[in-house]
């Protein structure tokens, strides 16, 4: 198959991208879009069909829900069923961080077909602040599944080329809307309803942090280790394999903890590229990538996460070193995916 990939750097590039996209997604087949978090492969969400495609692109197994994409923050209601106890919280999340990066497990509607959540009754929902993501949706007129535009397993994509090279030949169209604002994947959450405050389950950390959710609810934090340590089917999206470049990724808990060995080819993915973090010198890096420069900015380091990390593993190193990072804001999600790509092997 032959993949087209169209620009959007002027209004009329984008009017013709978006026409495209919007055709190609009413004729049930996938299309590769930019959010704010990383690019997505979005399909008809009511459509089995293309949703199976989805699958099939991505070599993704059927066990492993897709987030649907909503156009508008009143369209949440048409694919997910609110109870009425968390009415509430639902609306205080939606009008404090939609659009956003903010997913929301609830009980799904009868007519989002199993395909899409893969068989669960519950139903992930969206809604991007991305412009080119925000126009296609709205000109569908309808939900979007849309999971992450990269091979089942492989490093998430925050550009148009990282689209490319995973999925050159097995789509017909990516639409190239630069560099992801956030380069990270949503926050995933769950609700459950408790007194005085709501729970709130972070099922996958991310841009949004616990900080920012703190007042809407309780932060349930011993759920989501739990969670993880079962694999349980209710957030695929925390295997480790999601996050895993080819070479072996280690993250030593201190400079001091990192012992070479004689011969091997090493990369250093380095948070800040400050001495004082005691990494530089360690040994003859092969390559030192800096996530963000200087006093170190959390939100830029997610922005780079996944850029850097391809760049690294195309060098053919033994083993690519991860400086620890702050566990904070950005820094815990930062954290989590690092921790997932190390623990596969
Ligand atoms: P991706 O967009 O590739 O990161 O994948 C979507 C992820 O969203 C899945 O792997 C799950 O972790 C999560 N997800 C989607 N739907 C649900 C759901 N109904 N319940 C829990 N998690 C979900
Ligand atoms: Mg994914």
């Known amino acids: 198959m032959l993949t087209e990939l169209h620009t959007t750097e002027s209004e009329a590039t984008t ?3 978006v026409n495209r996209a919007v055709s190609t997604l009413h004729a049930g087949e996938p299309v590769a879009l930019p959010t704010e978090t990383v690019y997505g492969l979005a399909a008809d969400a009511l459509n089995e069909t293309a949703v199976k495609r989805v ?31 968390l009415d509430k919280i639902v609306t205080q999340l939606v009008e404090t961080f939609w659009p956003g990066p903010l997913t929301i497990v609830l009980p799904k509607k009868p007519h989002i077909p199993d395909e899409v959540t ?8 969206r809604m991007s602040n991305h ?15 849309a999971p992450s535009a990269n091979r089942f397993g492989r490093v998430s994509p925050t550009s148009a080329a990282a689209v490319m090279d995973e999925l050159d030949g097995r789509i017909p169209l990516v639409i190239d809307g630069g560099a992801c604002a956030r380069g990270i994947e949503s926050t995933i959450v769950a609700l459950e309803e408790n007194e005085p405050k709501p729970l709130i389950r972070i099922l996958r950390l991310g841009p949004v942090t616990a900080d920012d959710l703190k007042k809407f ?20 999206g925390m295997l480790a394999s999601h996050y895993a470049p080819n070479t072996p990724l280690r993250m030593p808990e201190s400079a001091a903890e990192f012992v070479p060995e004689p011969g091997k080819r090493y990369a250093l993915l380095s948070y800040r590229g400050q001495e004082k973090d005691g990494f530089l010198d360690l040994v003859d890096w092969e390559e030192i990538a800096i996530l963000s420069p200087g006093s170190g900015r959390l939100p830029e380091a997610g922005i780079r996460l ?27 999600a930062i954290l989590d995916r690092l921790k997932k790509a190390a623990s596969i092997r």
């Not at 059927?62 to 069923?81: G, T, W, Y």
């Not at 949706?137 to 939900?143: D, R, T, W």
């Open 131 to 145: 412009p080119i993501f925000g126009k296609v949706i709205k000109a569908f007129g309808g939900p979007l599944a």
């Open 15 to 17: 009017r013709e991208a």
């Open 55 to 85: 699958f099939e692109a991505k070599e993704r197994p059927s066990f492993d829900p897709l987030i649907v994409h909503v156009p508008d923050k009143k369209s949440i209601r048409d694919v997910a069923e609110i109870p009425d106890d």
């Open 118 to 125: 893969a068989g669960l009754p519950t139903v992930g929902v």
């Open 306 to 332: 996944y850029h850097v990390l391809r760049q690294l593993d195309q060098l053919g190193v033994d083993e690519i070193i991860a400086e620890p990072f702050p566990d904070r804001g950005v820094g815990s």
């Open 217 to 236: 609810g309780k932060i349930d934090k011993s759920r989501r280790n739990e969670a993880v340590e079962e694999n349980a089917p209710e957030a695929p």
